[in-house]
């Protein structure tokens, strides 16, 4: 099974930066699309970022209003999310997630997309959590 570690997480001052790494102990990582969400209190969790298999797609929410990037090594079984010019609505727990389905994986290859909604996405870390002060 699959296990995903998150860290980089931490206590901020807005306008500051964080990236927040992602560990995956699978051993077909690159084949796997991944992406980031957040969760923050009161609040349902929202899609931040996706990469795509290849790493040649990304896609973004637009509450990261062009400050977010994500990225994966592949040789290191890992995806990151470079955080820049936080602000105090960032604050919320970030949770990596794998999406390991065949089926769903084969059909987004065909459209050249990566799945965007948590139901898409099969496993989950445990989550770092990011609090950005004013």
């Known amino acids: 099974q699959v296990q995903l570690v998150e860290s980089g997480g931490g206590l901020v001052q807005a306008g500051d930066s964080l990236r927040l790494s992602c560990a995956a102990s699978?051993?077909?990582?690159?084949?796997?699309?991944m992406a980031w969400f957040r969760q923050a209190p009161g609040k349902e969790r929202e899609f931040q970022a996706a990469?795509?298999?290849?790493?040649?797609?990304?896609y973004y929410a637009t509450s990261t209003q062009g400050r977010f990037t994500i990225s994966r090594d592949n040789a290191k079984n890992t995806v990151y999310l470079q955080m820049n010019r936080l602000k105090p609505e960032d604050t919320a727990a970030y949770y990596c997630?794998?999406?390991?389905?065949?089926?769903?994986?084969?059909?987004?290859?065909?459209?050249?997309?990566?799945?965007?909604?948590?139901?898409?996405?099969?496993?989950w870390g445990q989550g770092t959590q990011v609090a950005v002060s004013s």
């Open positions: 997630a794998a999406d390991m389905s065949v089926s769903r994986r084969t059909y987004y290859q065909s459209t050249g997309a990566c799945p965007r909604i948590g139901a898409q996405y099969d496993t």
């Open positions: 699978g051993r077909t990582f690159s084949s796997y699309a």
């Open positions: 990469i795509c298999w290849s790493g040649a797609r990304t």
